[in-house]
């Protein structure tokens, strides 16, 4: 069972920056492609970026493009979303989810289609001024 931990959220102001991290301690991350997904109250959830196993493709919702960068460091079973230019509407809990794909530069934003069996408890993102 690999338990994923999601760090780094927190308040920020518009146009500010956050780093999300996303770790699964005493687990490799190596075989997963991870995918970051965000709620809003009232709203349904919604893929924002993914990154593939080896760390050779990601893919960002058309809403983040140009302003959030997803990365990993898989010596430290880490995966990262680096947030700038954050907006109001950014303002959500974030999630990241490990989809068994090992030695694959495949993902995806949609958890239909992947299979994201491993989810964190959430962290809060609140974008306000």
């Known amino acids: 069972q690999v338990q994923l931990l999601e760090s780094g959220g927190g308040l920020v102001q518009p146009g500010g920056s956050l780093r999300l991290s996303c770790a699964a301690p005493?687990?490799?991350?190596?075989?997963?492609?991870i995918g970051w997904f965000r709620q809003a109250p009232g709203k349904e959830r919604e893929g924002v970026s993914c990154?593939?196993?080896?760390?050779?493709?990601?893919k960002y919702v058309d809403s983040v493009k140009g302003r959030f960068t997803i990365s990993r460091d898989n010596a430290n079973h880490t995966v990262y979303l680096q947030m700038n230019s954050l907006k109001s509407e950014d303002t959500a809990v974030y999630y990241c989810?490990?989809?068994?794909?090992?030695?694959?530069?495949?993902?995806?934003?949609?958890?239909?289609?992947?299979?994201?069996?491993?989810w964190g408890q959430g962290t809060q993102v609140t974008v306000q001024v």
């Open positions: 005493g687990f490799t991350l190596d075989p997963y492609a």
């Open positions: 989810a490990a989809d068994w794909e090992p030695y694959s530069a495949f993902c995806t934003t949609d958890p239909a289609r992947g299979r994201y069996d491993y």
């Open positions: 990154i593939s196993s080896r760390g050779s493709r990601s």
